[in-house]
């Protein structure tokens, strides 16, 4: 996803725009389905959630607790009183100045507590792993909202740089026995629960998070866990899919099936497909713009292939098989980087993602009278109105030279081809990491049967040719759960 980044100066800044975002979700949820759900994190956010939603008088107003269903994203296992519980953290904030309607708040099962101050002596890990279990029985489907906070070393919930829990894809509640933050034991949500959110946002605080935040927001490369949140696909992607009933989509389609009962929980299916850029320039909120601007994309990808030489056999030729470990593990084939597909995916991402993005950046300062702030705190175009008109008529509208931008436009989105596009074809997101011997040999005999190759561990296999030049272009709208997907329109080429 892409990150919005915003900063306040003020405390009762941070507050009033926290509050606002929250309210923005809260009446979005129950108008949906009646009821809001929320995770919150300990630490600093409690101040924020008490100036927020209880000294601010006009946002208090405009809070139903009595629809909340609040749960934490992570919790120390200690008594629910104690210093170190980030219940007894909002209880002392926010629930003890609620005199009528209060939230549901989802706490652990205080009766499993075992050992001393979370500290691991004494402790019954059988018990903590009962804990996590009973948490995650009582979650929802997915969260409305769920608000982080990032510790120095770049951890977000309970979830530290190198730790296993980072990879975890079965459990939605884990237990942790060796935080190397005190105390030691905590249970904490993990990536899908993640990846299914809704909304999410980190409240940071103080100038001791400026250097791990820098990291966050401007590594493409770093591993940390905030990081990783930020990195949850979501948005619309471009993807090129084989065409449907042709060999190569059938092939794929029966062997990733087959793959992923190798693996346990279910592992999310999916169409073949190379993703070829992700965040496309598309308005979500009007649906004739939606239309439009579908259209648009899927028309330059026609045009652009067009333009392209005709000196390949295949756009997508099938490469190695690997695994790879980030916020999820993921057992994909690598894709040959064929000049013209690297060339396909640097115009769409050139044209429907950089420049939309920068010269929309530059808009809003040259005419910040065309914009306001929505309840969350975004910054979005006002909306016609008699009494906007009025003063947008009043106000010179700056025009500004967008060549040079598409210029820069240009050379981003050629670094970005060469140092990050990374073309693959994913056949099964995995849970286990590393992969054993054992469990590589069978993925490979699998492969030589449906694939009909008999030297998969030579580490040829682009020699072999499989792939597709003619498919289906799609663009994806990858927001939640992936079989909650949309398909907002395709074309084929």
Same mark, same amino acid.
């Given at each position: 996803?892409?990150?919005?980044?915003?900063?306040?100066?003020?405390?009762?800044?941070?507050?009033?725009?926290?509050? *606002?975002?929250? &309210?923005?979700?809260?009446?979005?949820? &129950?108008?949906?389905?009646?009821?809001?759900?929320?995770?919150? !994190?300990?630490?600093?956010?409690?101040?924020?959630? *008490?100036?927020?939603?209880?000294?601010?008088?006009? @946002?208090?107003?405009?809070?139903?607790?009595?629809?909340?269903?609040?749960?934490?994203?992570?919790?120390?296992?200690?008594?629910?009183?104690?210093?170190?519980?980030?219940?007894?953290?909002?209880?002392?904030?926010? #629930?003890?100045?609620?005199? !009528?309607?209060?939230?549901?708040?989802?706490?652990?099962?205080?009766? #499993?507590?075992?050992? /001393?101050?979370?500290?691991?002596?004494?402790?019954?890990?059988?018990?903590?792993?009962?804990?996590?279990?009973?948490?995650?029985?009582?979650?929802?489907?997915?969260? %409305?909202? @769920?608000?982080?906070? =990032?510790?120095?070393?770049?951890?977000? =919930?309970?979830?530290?740089?190198?730790?296993?829990?980072?990879?975890?894809?079965?459990?939605?509640?884990?237990?942790?026995?060796?935080?190397?933050?005190?105390?030691?034991?905590?249970?904490?949500?993990?990536?899908?629960?993640?990846?299914?959110?809704?909304?999410?946002?980190?409240?940071?605080?103080?100038?001791?998070?400026?250097?791990?935040?820098?990291?966050?927001?401007?590594?493409?490369? !770093?591993?940390?866990?905030?990081?990783?949140?930020?990195?949850?696909?979501?948005?619309?992607?471009?993807?090129? =899919?084989?065409?449907?009933?042709?060999?190569?989509?059938? $092939?794929?389609?029966?062997?990733?099936?087959?793959?992923?009962?190798?693996?346990?929980?279910?592992?999310?299916?999916?169409?073949?497909?190379?993703? &070829?850029?992700?965040?496309?320039?598309?308005?979500?909120?009007?649906?004739?713009?939606?239309?439009?601007?579908?259209?648009?994309?899927?028309?330059? =990808?026609?045009?652009?292939?067009?333009?392209?030489? $005709?000196?390949?056999? *295949?756009?997508?030729?099938?490469?190695?098989?690997?695994?790879?470990?980030?916020?999820?593990? $993921?057992?994909?084939?690598?894709?040959?980087?064929?000049?013209?597909?690297?060339?396909?995916?640097?115009?769409?991402?050139?044209?429907?993602?950089?420049?939309?993005?920068?010269?929309?950046?530059?808009?809003?300062?040259?005419?910040?009278?065309?914009?306001?702030?929505?309840?969350?705190?975004?910054?979005?175009?006002?909306?016609?109105?008699? $009494?906007?008109?009025?003063?947008?008529?009043?106000?010179?509208?700056?025009?500004?030279?967008?060549?040079?931008?598409?210029?820069?436009?240009?050379? /981003?989105?050629?670094?970005?081809?060469?140092?990050?596009?990374?073309?693959?074809?994913?056949?099964?997101?995995?849970?286990?990491?590393?992969?054993?011997?054992?469990?590589?040999?069978?993925?490979?005999?699998?492969?030589?049967?449906?694939?009909?190759?008999?030297?998969?561990?030579?580490?040829?296999?682009?020699?072999?040719?499989?792939?597709?030049?003619?498919?289906?272009?799609?663009?994806?709208?990858?927001?939640?759960?992936?079989?909650?997907?949309?398909?907002?329109?395709?074309? %084929?080429?």
């Amino acid at each position: 996803m892409t990150a919005d980044v915003y900063s306040y100066s003020e405390q009762a800044e941070l507050a009033d725009a926290v509050g *606002k975002y929250i &309210i923005k979700h809260q009446k979005e949820a &129950i108008n949906a389905n009646g009821s809001f759900n929320i995770a919150i !994190s300990g630490g600093s956010l409690g101040k924020v959630l *008490k100036e927020a939603l209880i000294d601010n008088q006009d @946002i208090a107003a405009e809070v139903q607790w009595d629809k909340w269903q609040v749960y934490f994203s992570d919790e120390r296992l200690v008594p629910l009183d104690h210093k170190d519980s980030n219940y007894g953290l909002f209880n002392e904030m926010v #629930l003890k100045s609620l005199s !009528s309607a209060k939230p549901t708040v989802h706490t652990i099962d205080e009766s #499993l507590l075992t050992g /001393k101050d979370g500290q691991v002596e004494g402790a019954d890990i059988e018990k903590d792993k009962e804990i996590a279990k009973r948490y995650a029985a009582h979650l929802p489907h997915k969260f %409305d909202v @769920i608000l982080l906070g =990032c510790g120095p070393d770049g951890h977000t =919930c309970s979830l530290f740089p190198g730790h296993k829990l980072v990879h975890e894809r079965t459990q939605l509640v884990s237990y942790v026995n060796d935080s190397p933050k005190p105390p030691p034991r905590r249970i904490t949500i993990t990536f899908p629960v993640l990846e299914s959110a809704t909304a999410i946002a980190f409240v940071a605080q103080g100038s001791g998070k400026a250097p791990i935040l820098k990291e966050i927001f401007n590594d493409p490369k !770093s591993q940390l866990p905030s990081k990783l949140v930020t990195d949850i696909t979501s948005g619309v992607a471009l993807w090129f =899919c084989p065409r449907p009933n042709s060999q190569i989509h059938d $092939k794929l389609t029966t062997l990733s099936s087959s793959i992923n009962t190798l693996f346990p929980g279910s592992p999310p299916k999916f169409e073949p497909h190379i993703t &070829i850029t992700t965040n496309v320039s598309v308005n979500l909120d009007d649906p004739s713009k939606t239309k439009d601007d579908v259209d648009k994309v899927l028309s330059a =990808c026609v045009v652009a292939l067009q333009s392209l030489p $005709k000196n390949h056999t *295949k756009l997508v030729t099938i490469g190695n098989i690997n695994s790879q470990r980030k916020y999820f593990q $993921k057992l994909y084939f690598e894709v040959v980087k064929d000049p013209n597909l690297v060339s396909l995916a640097q115009i769409m991402r050139e044209v429907f993602v950089i420049a939309p993005a920068d010269i929309e950046a530059e808009n809003q300062k040259q005419n910040p009278h065309l914009y306001t702030t929505d309840g969350q705190g975004n910054t979005v175009r006002r909306r016609p109105s008699k $009494k906007h008109s009025r003063e947008a008529s009043q106000s010179t509208t700056k025009e500004f030279d967008t060549a040079e931008i598409r210029r820069r436009a240009t050379y /981003k989105a050629a670094e970005w081809a060469e140092k990050e596009y990374d073309p693959h074809i994913s056949l099964v997101y995995s849970n286990i990491w590393p992969i054993d011997n054992a469990l590589w040999l069978t993925i490979k005999t699998r492969i030589s049967d449906y694939l009909g190759i008999e030297d998969v561990d030579a580490g040829n296999l682009h020699n072999h040719s499989l792939g597709w030049d003619s498919g289906v272009f799609k663009l994806v709208l990858c927001e939640g759960e992936v079989q909650d997907w949309i398909v907002l329109g395709s074309v %084929d080429v």
